[in-house]
């Protein structure tokens, strides 16, 4: 099994920055894609960002210019920097890896969520 927990969720102002990071852990043998995702109240899940193994990355058109994902692939960490947060970046957000694990079994896995909440 692959777990994945994410840290770094809390309360800020507006204007203000977070760090969430995510740690994976478990039967892996290596992990191509992770990626943030969010989900806000009565809302559907939106992918925030995404990074490959290559470091290639992928944001959201509303987070573009605020937020910074990158990952340790020898520590399989991940993480996402987060400035100039407002109200509308509040959700619960969620880790998510894809890789193989040492079966050569293809995984997809989440973590259980970190809230952040960005008063006005």
């Known amino acids: 099994q692959v777990q994945l927990v994410e840290s770094g969720g809390g309360l800020v102002q507006a204007g203000g920055s977070l760090r969430l990071s995510c740690a994976a852990s478990?039967?892996?043998?290596?992990?191509?894609?992770m990626g943030w995702y969010r989900q806000a109240p009565g809302k559907q899940r939106e992918l925030v960002a995404a990074i490959t193994s290559g470091l290639r990355t992928n944001y959201a058109d509303s987070v573009k210019g605020r937020f910074t994902i990158s990952r340790d692939n020898a520590k399989n960490l991940m993480y996402l920097q987060m400035n100039s947060l407002k109200p509308e970046d509040t959700a619960v957000y969620y880790c998510n890896a894809e890789g193989r694990n040492l079966r050569d079994v293809v995984f997809r896995s989440w973590g259980q969520g970190t809230q952040v909440t960005v008063s006005s």
């Open positions: 478990g039967t892996i043998s290596s992990i191509n894609a």
